[in-house]
């Protein structure tokens, strides 16, 4: 009944995240005539030139983008993603029916408060592990064979994006600015809220029960543990310290489950600014298309 009762709640607030993240364009951005970066970006970018609904443009993007990345990365993508996708088409298509619709005298206001709420909306729905897709996984496509930063790939994006609205007739260059202070907005906020966005954390972990947490690190949630030696320096007790290094989005129920086992664990989290090896970034140089050379061998040997 705890299990379920926590899968429960982990979805309702993922839930709540993907309603702010979606009313931040439906009741803000879209009735602002404003267009931000991202996936939805471009698909309020396609509404406004054409009309199209913006939750059939969205389902059809996502869906292509997570083909291409199972086709590229080798394999699927979490179910919470999958949820996430599936809920925002749903939410793009039936918020725009409610009442919800916020207008400001001043388009600027419209332009931070509605990047405000995607943004805070988007960052619980990182923190549960989850993602509305988009941009996020085209990062991690070109991240597995150039050595390009996911927030690289985000900011060029989304550049692009913003500066396409000026493509459509009826929109001006004060339209474009409007989504670049949406962007700053939104980026700002998503750091604040996340810590660091697509970044990683270094946790040491300090308890008596550090072998049934470091058991079950590796066994439930298939993370690398290492345990350092330390000495109590005032009571001169010999113990160990658990270190394990994670993504940003998997502190929480690394943390928690840290707590269940040990409520009275010390838990210690810093930033890791670059994390290189199994299951973390790898030194990429590009896609090499020619095959090796083999080595001939030396006759004198």
Sequence with gaps: MKRILSIVAD????????ILYCMG????????????????????????????????????????????????????????????????????EFLPKLPLVVTF????????????VEAIGIGIVLI??????????????????????????????????IASVLLIPDKTVNDMIYGYVTMVTFSVTVDFVLLGRKSTVQILV?????????????????????????????SGEESKVLLVIAMKNQLYPIVSAIK???????????????????GFEEIKTGINLKKPKKLKEDKHV
Excluded at 11 to 18: E, P, Q, R
Excluded at 206 to 213: L, M, N, T
């Design 206 to 234: 300090f308890s008596s029960k550090y072998r049934e947490i470091a058991d079950y690190m590796i066994k439930e949630m298939d993370r690398g543990v290492t345990a350092l030696n330390s000495v109590g320096w005032y």
């Design 25 to 92: 364009w439906t009741s803000f951005l879209i009735p602002g005539g404003i267009a931000s970066g991202g996936g939805t970006g471009l698909c309020t970018i396609i509404y406004f030139a054409t009309g199209l609904p913006v939750s059939y443009s969205f389902f059809v993007l996502n869906a292509f983008l997570l083909i291409l990345g199972i086709l590229a990365l080798g394999k699927s993508f979490g179910f919470k993603t999958i949820y996430a996708i599936v809920m925002s088409t749903l939410l793009f």
């Design 105 to 116: 005298d001043d388009r600027l206001i419209t332009a931070i408060v509605g990047g405000l």
């Design 128 to 161: 549960r592990g989850g993602s509305t897709g988009g941009t996020d996984i085209l990062a991690m496509i070109i991240n597995k064979y150039w050595p390009i930063s996911p927030g690289k790939v985000y900011l060029y994006s989304d550049l692009f994006i």
């Design 260 to 278: 269940k086992l040990d409520s009275k664990a010390f838990v210690s989290v810093s930033s890791a600014t670059s994390v290189y090896g199994e």
């Design 11 to 18: 979805y309702s607030i993922l839930t709540f995240g993907i």
